[in-house]
Structures are given as C-alpha cells and as structure tokens.
C-alpha cells in the first residue's frame, strides 16, 4: 500500500504543479461535489425540472451518501496530507478517511443518472464534464490518491446501473401498497440503516432519506405538485424554497450548536430539511399559487 500512496503522491506533485493557476478552476468543480452544492441541485430538479426524476435522483444521491461513508469507515485509509502532509499543497478543506472518493461517487451517480432519464446530447456532455474533472480537481487540491478517485468511480457505478435496474420494479411495487405501507417502507428502511451504522455521517444521509421519503409520500396523497408551469413560477419557487431550506440547515446547526446527544439533533435538523424538500416546499407553493 505504501508503494501505491508514493506513487499516488508523485500524480498529485505532478497537477499541482500548474498551481495557482488552477487553482479557482478546480476548487469550482469540487464545490460541484460538496452537500452545498446538491442542497442546490436537487431541489431545483425536484421543484422545478421534473418531479419524478428528481424525487428518484434524491433517493439515488442519499444512498450514495450513505454507501460511501460505511466504505470509507471499513477501508480507513489516510488522505495525502494525513500521509504525508510535508509533499502535498493543502488547497481544500477535507476530513476523515480517503477511501473511496465522496465526490467521484456522488458525481458518478447524480450526473450519470440524469443523463440516463435526460437522453439528451448536451446533458451527456454535461455528464462527461462532471464525471472527469470533479473526480481531477480531488487529485489536484491534494484531498485524494488516484486510487481513491479511482474505488469512487467503480462504487459509483456498481451503484447507478443497480439503482437504474431495480428503482423501477420497487417504485411499482410500492405504488400498488397503501398509504401506511408507503410510510412504513420510508421510515423503517432509514431507521434500519442508521442503526446499522451510527455516525454522524449515517445519521446524516438516514434522517435526510427517511425525511425526504415521508415527504415524498405524503406529496402524492395530499398536495399532488406539479413542477411544471411558467418559467418566472419556477424560478420564484426555487428561490423561496431554496431560502427556507438553506434557514433550516444552517440554522438548525447554529441552534444544536453543542447540544447533547449529538446525534439526536442532527437526527431532527436533517430529518426537517428533508421533510421540508419533500413536502412542506410543494404544499408552500401549491398554498401560493406558484404550482
């Protein structure tokens, strides 16, 4: 393993050495990766694109999540600047272990996934970009060995062609069980996975899974969200639902601040930031006339 980190840092010396001139390029494309980013990106498909594809690329996302933090705690392998923190440019935050890459996967999975339902030439070329040089940027700003970036890509994929082939088989089958067996599978099924694997990162992906999940359940029975509508509608409902939720993330953090048990509270903030994703955003704006 010794012998791949050297090499890996050879690769890593080998990018930066265009630094800083890259630098703002990169650290753009691995912003493309990080929870901000898709506090963005999902909702706006969600609210905005396609209700559908964003209510099963959400799902696909969190998996992901949650997948990749259970291998990085069995594989707990060091990042560059834990290894060897006197040859690596540190030129982004990071923290905990290495492998596999968090962005490389995600990236994988959410740009791949919409390429597949879009179908469309430019959402492919779209897709390509994300899926090259989000993966690049972790190598360039010294956060990952190659290998790291190299285990995001294989998981990543495992993943997205196993979702693609059962979402649907699932969906339909849920769509022939009630109202309490739907709210059953969208809490249970979370529960189950944050009790197998309590951390912080678990209960993270878990409470935003189960919170969207109920949501999304409880959308189809009471509201019935339409995302479609007049452009100037979209946009409108993107900002204030964009508005509220970065208030309940951020806020909610301000607030727990320091409160014991921890996990409790990340439980709640991230389970309302879901359930406001899911359902209090689309009832909102059916309520004023945005949808």
């Known amino acids: 393993m010794d012998g791949l980190m050297e090499w890996g840092l050879r690769v890593i010396a080998w990018f930066q050495q265009f630094s800083p001139a890259l630098d703002w390029p990169f650290r753009a494309f691995t912003f493309m990766g ?34 990749n933090a259970v291998a990085k705690t069995l594989a707990a392998q ?11 440019k540190v030129l982004w935050d990071a923290t905990g272990y290495g492998f596999p890459s968090g962005h490389t996967q995600s990236a994988v999975v959410v740009w791949g996934y ?22 690049l940027s972790r190598i360039y700003l010294g956060v990952h060995f190659p290998y790291d970036v190299l285990g995001g890509y294989i998981i990543g994929a495992a993943l997205l062609l196993l979702y693609l082939w059962l979402e649907p088989g699932i969906e339909r089958w849920l769509e022939e069980k009630g109202l309490i067996w739907r709210l059953g599978v969208a809490t249970l099924a979370p529960l189950i996975l944050m009790l197998l694997f309590l951390t912080p990162d678990g209960v993270t992906s878990g409470a935003t899974l189960m919170g969207m999940g109920v949501g999304f359940v409880l959308e189809r029975h009471w509201v019935r969200f339409d995302s479609g509508g007049p452009v100037w509608k979209r946009i409108v409902r993107f900002l204030l639902g964009v508005v509220v939720l970065v208030a309940l993330w951020l806020g909610l953090r301000i ?37």
């Open 78 to 88: 060091p990042r560059p600047l834990d290894y060897a923190p006197e040859r690596v």
């Open 255 to 291: 607030a727990f601040s320091g409160l014991e048990p921890a996990l409790l509270f990340r439980f709640v903030r991230y389970g309302l930031v879901g359930l406001w994703g899911g359902l209090g955003a689309p009832w909102a704006f059916r309520r004023l006339g945005l949808a």
């Open 34 to 67: 990080d929870e901000e980013f898709f506090l963005l990106l999902l909702p706006l498909v969600y609210w905005c694109l396609d209700r559908r594809m964003g209510a099963r690329l959400t799902v696909a996302f969190l998996v992901s999540a949650y997948t």
């Open 114 to 135: 919409l390429a597949a339902q879009a179908r469309r030439r430019w959402v492919w070329i779209l897709a390509a970009v994300m899926m090259l040089f989000i993966p």
